[in-house]
């Protein structure tokens, strides 16, 4: 089987879409599919060096970096020009590629199924995939880039809906998003759907690990305190002020510090909200390679993640299942409802808070730092839950199936 993946990030950039992209093409080409991979050169954090990545090991997918100026994420017309020049690029080279039997396409940057679609155009049997990890443009009126209800807004959902219309088959990361996603675009029973989660390589995180240590825990300031961790973006998503609320009414225990570890639009916003408040048990630290986030997220005492109450059914917190693999305990504040809710409802792998509640959150720290059984309860349910619903294992089977479903169409 021909495939292709479409997504502006790929490895070795530390996005976590490009590593769900390389997991599953590594994952179809072992299988024996003729995989080709169609990102960008410019990067979440830093850009590829030219010709990282372009060859294909003979059975691994075929890389292909399309050239994108790299301005980063500082603002709206820098990220726009980056989204625009991949969309432009990938779309010429879906155009002149042979035909292939499936396309997946994601949604970095926004709308990239358009690449896809204008292969199916020129080749009606390829069946196309779209593999949402946020919203749009929901995700664009929620956090005020565009005007909900605007004429921007009204375009993009019309050609949303006509993409759609063209789309054999969605996969969204929890039911919410599903729901908004068919309610709102899809027209007379296509595309199908399924909910597949996103995971964690089984590889990458095993049971008994060989060493946990990290060279970077030597800031002072978490120096025999329990941490608690935030692992990865500070996107529009996820707020801050509940957790800066929270780590201020734990100060006065000195024994407990918040460790944030990535970057983020929302980054600059909680570094002020530690000066500001004076969080000296606050640590700030940048993104780190994929390979070392298991002995981070070891060397916590609980995973944190934050979701604003409009994101729910438009992105689908990632953070979770780095949390599951390593038995971390997860402190979750945000809607129910979301994957995130719903993994801590069914496996009582954590705490779910809804935002604004700082004495909630400062309380769940306590009763985890100070109830050894409680953490250690937690912990076995979190590493249940991974190994039964967000690994490598489990999900990539669900793709095979979906493959499968495909090929008997075709």
């Known amino acids: 089987m021909r495939v292709t993946l479409v997504n502006l990030f790929y490895p070795p950039d530390v996005a976590a879409s490009g590593t769900f ?19 960008g050169s410019g990067a979440y954090v830093r850009a590829v060096p030219p010709g990282e990545g372009r060859s294909r090991r003979s059975t691994g997918p075929r890389v292909r970096r399309m050239w994108t100026p790299g301005l980063g994420k500082a603002s709206t017309p820098r990220r726009l020009a980056d989204y625009l020049t991949f969309l432009v690029a990938a779309t010429v080279r879906l155009i002149t590629l042979p035909r292939q039997d499936v396309v997946i396409a994601m949604t970095s940057p926004p709308f990239a199924h358009v690449a896809a679609i204008a292969h199916r155009l020129l080749h009606p049997g390829t069946r196309v995939v779209f593999w949402c990890h946020d919203v749009y443009p929901d995700a664009a009126e929620e956090y005020g880039t565009i005007r909900r209800g605007g004429a921007v807004s009204r375009m993009l959902r019309r050609l949303q809906r006509w993409l759609f219309a063209r789309t054999d088959h969605v996969v969204a990361l929890d039911d919410a998003m599903l729901r908004r996603l068919l309610s709102q675009y899809a027209r007379a029973g296509r595309p199908t759907g399924s909910v597949i989660p996103n995971w964690e390589p089984m590889a990458l995180f095993p049971a008994e690990p060989d060493d946990d240590r990290w060279a970077g825990y030597d800031a002072p300031v978490l120096a025999g305190r329990d941490v608690v961790l935030y692992l990865g973006n500070l996107g529009y998503g996820h707020p801050v002020g509940t957790i800066a609320d929270a780590a201020r009414e734990l100060a006065a225990d000195r024994d407990v510090s918040f460790l944030f570890v990535g970057g983020g639009v929302r980054s600059p916003e909680l570094a002020d909200a530690v000066r500001r408040r004076g969080l000296d048990d606050v640590v700030l630290h940048d993104y780190v390679p994929k390979q070392v986030t298991p002995s981070v997220l070891r060397g916590s005492i609980a995973a944190l993640i934050s979701l604003d109450d409009g994101s729910l059914g438009i992105m689908s917190p990632c953070k979770l299942h780095g949390a599951l693999a ?18 801590i409802a069914t496996y009582g792998c954590g705490v779910s808070l809804r935002q604004g509640d700082a004495a909630g959150l400062a309380e769940a720290v306590r009763r985890l730092r100070d109830d050894r059984e409680l953490r250690e309860e937690q912990s076995r349910n979190a590493r249940k839950a991974f190994e039964e619903a967000y690994s490598d294992a489990r999900t990539l089977p669900q793709f095979d199936a979906l493959f499968d479903a495909l090929a008997g169409r075709m």
Not at 22 to 29: C, I, M, Q, T, V
Not at 326 to 343: F, H, K, L, M, W
């Open 21 to 39: 992209v390389a997991s599953l093409a590594e994952h179809r080409a072992s299988m024996g599919d003729d995989v080709t991979v169609v990102c």
């Open 326 to 343: 390593t038995g971390r305990p997860v402190i979750y504040i945000g809607p129910s409802g979301t994957n995130v809710d719903e993994a």
